[in-house]
Nanobody, 126 residues
Framework: QVQLVESGGGLVQPGGSLRLSCAAS????????IGWFRQVPGKEREGFSC???????YYTDSVKGRFSISRDNAKKMVFLQMNNLKPEDTAVYYC????????????????????WGQGTQVTVSS
C-alpha cells in the first residue's frame, strides 16, 4: 500500500523540541521530494520545509534556524527536528511527497504534492 505515516507529535512547552517522523511505504522514497506542511483550523495549509530527492533542503523564514529536515532513504524515513518551539507552531503537521524536486514554498504549493500522510498534532503550550 502506497502511503505516508507521520508520528512524533505531542504536547511540548515553549522552547522545547520534538522530532517528527514520516514513514514511506509502497514506493521508492529515493525518487521523491518530501515536504512538511502544517495547518491550523480556518487557515490554509502551509508548506514550510522540503527536502529534494537529492537531499537539498528548503525552509520558510518562519522556521529557518529552528527546524531541520533530513532523510534516510534506506529506512524510507524523513525526519523533522523542531527546536525552540513557539506557541504559534501549534498545528497539525503533515508530510507529503512529489517526484524528485521541491517547489518554492509559497501559498498553494500544497497542490503540487501527490501523496499525503494523515497528520500528527503538535501543541506548544505551557
Amino acid at each position: 500500500q502506497v502511503q505516508l505515516v507521520e508520528s512524533g507529535g505531542g504536547l511540548v512547552q515553549p522552547g522545547g523540541s520534538l522530532r517528527l517522523s514520516c514513514a514511506a511505504s509502497g514506493f521508492t522514497l529515493d525518487d521523491y521530494a518530501i515536504g512538511w506542511f502544517r495547518q491550523v483550523p480556518g487557515k490554509e495549509r502551509e508548506g514550510f520545509s522540503c527536502i529534494s530527492s537529492g537531499g537539498s533542503t528548503y525552509y520558510t523564514d518562519s522556521v529557518k534556524g529552528r527546524f531541520s529536515i533530513s532523510r534516510d532513504n534506506a529506512k524510507k524515513m524523513v525526519f523533522l527536528q523542531m527546536n525552540n518551539l513557539k506557541p504559534e507552531d501549534t498545528a497539525v503537521y503533515y508530510c507529503a511527497a512529489r517526484t524528485l524536486y521541491c517547489r518554492r514554498l509559497r501559498s498553494g504549493v500544497q497542490d503540487e504534492f501527490e501523496l499525503w500522510g494523515q497528520g500528527t498534532q503538535v501543541t506548544v503550550s505551557s
